[in-house]
C-alpha cells in the first residue's frame, strides 16, 4: 500500500483531456514538500515528467502539465495521443528524508 | 550524454548476497547525489537509498524494508555507485534502477539507468 495513492487506470481517446490525481496527507504533499511525476514507457525505465509540481524538463512537450493544492497533486495530459500510453507515477517527500511513490497509474489510450 | 548503467543483478537465494554497480558517465559523479530505487514485477517504484556527495558529508539514507541489510556506497575515482545486498528476501526480488539524485528539501529522480534484474528464489 502505497502511501500516495493513485488511481490504478485512466483512459481517454486520442485528443482529449485526462487527468491522474495524487492524494497524500500533512506529513509529505501537505506539508509543503513538491511532487514530481514520471512517465514509464512499457519495458523501459522511468524518465522524468513534471518537477517541481508543474515545471517541464527539457524535451517534454508543454501538452503534460502539473498542479499541486493542499495534501494532493494532478498529471494533466491534453490532446491525448498514443505513445501517451504509459504507466505515470506521482513522488514527494517527507520529513523522515524518505522519497515517496505513488502506486502508479495506467493510461490507456482507446 | 549523462549515462547510468548498472549491473550485477542474477539469481540469489533467500539469505544470500548479492552486490550492485552502477557507471556514472557524461557529468560529475563526485558531485552528484545517487539513490537506488527498486520496482518489483508487475508493481510499482519503491525508493530503496540515497548516498549524498562527499561534499555534503557522504551519509546515507535508507527505506524502512531495507534499513541494516543494504548498504549503499561509492567510488568517485571510478565514478560508481555499489549497492551491497545483504539477508535478502523473497520480496527484494525486483529491477533495481540507480538514479542521479536532486533537488533542495525535495527529491527528483533526475537520470535513470535501464535497471538491472534481482530474483531471489531458491
Known amino acids: 500500500q502505497s502511501v500516495l495513492t493513485q488511481p490504478p487506470s485512466v483512459s481517454g481517446a486520442p485528443g482529449q483531456r485526462v487527468t491522474i490525481s495524487c492524494t497524500g496527507s500533512?506529513?509529505?504533499?501537505?506539508?509543503?514538500?513538491?511532487v514530481h511525476w514520471y512517465q514509464q514507457l512499457p519495458g523501459t525505465a522511468p524518465k522524468l515528467l513534471i518537477y517541481g509540481n508543474s515545471n517541464r524538463p527539457s524535451g517534454v512537450p508543454d501538452r503534460f502539465s502539473g498542479s499541486k493544492s493542499g495534501t494532493s497533486a494532478s498529471l494533466a495530459i491534453t490532446g491525448l495521443q498514443a505513445e501517451d500510453e504509459a504507466d505515470y507515477y506521482c513522488q514527494s517527500y517527507d520529513s523522515s528524508l524518505s522519497a515517496l511513490f505513488g502506486g502508479g497509474t495506467k493510461l490507456t489510450v482507446l | 550524454e549523462v549515462q547510468l548503467v548498472e549491473s550485477g543483478g542474477g539469481l540469489v537465494k533467500p539469505g544470500g548476497s548479492l552486490r550492485l554497480s552502477c557507471a556514472a558517465s557524461g557529468f560529475t559523479f563526485s558531485n552528484a547525489w545517487m539513490s537506488w530505487v527498486r520496482q518489483a514485477p508487475g508493481k510499482g517504484l519503491e525508493w530503496v537509498g540515497r548516498?549524498?556527495?562527499?561534499?555534503?558529508?557522504?551519509?546515507?539514507d535508507y527505506a524502512a524494508p531495507v534499513k541494516g541489510r543494504f548498504t549503499i556506497s561509492r567510488d568517485d575515482s571510478k565514478n560508481t555507485l555499489y549497492l551491497q545486498m545483504n539477508s535478502l528476501k523473497t520480496e527484494d526480488t525486483a529491477v533495481y534502477y540507480c538514479t542521479t539524485e536532486v533537488g533542495v528539501v525535495t527529491a527528483i529522480f533526475l537520470t535513470w539507468g535501464q535497471g538491472t534484474l534481482v530474483t531471489v528464489s531458491s
Open positions: 500533512s506529513s509529505n504533499i501537505g506539508a509543503g514538500y513538491d
Open positions: 548516498i549524498k556527495s562527499k561534499t555534503d558529508g557522504g551519509t546515507t
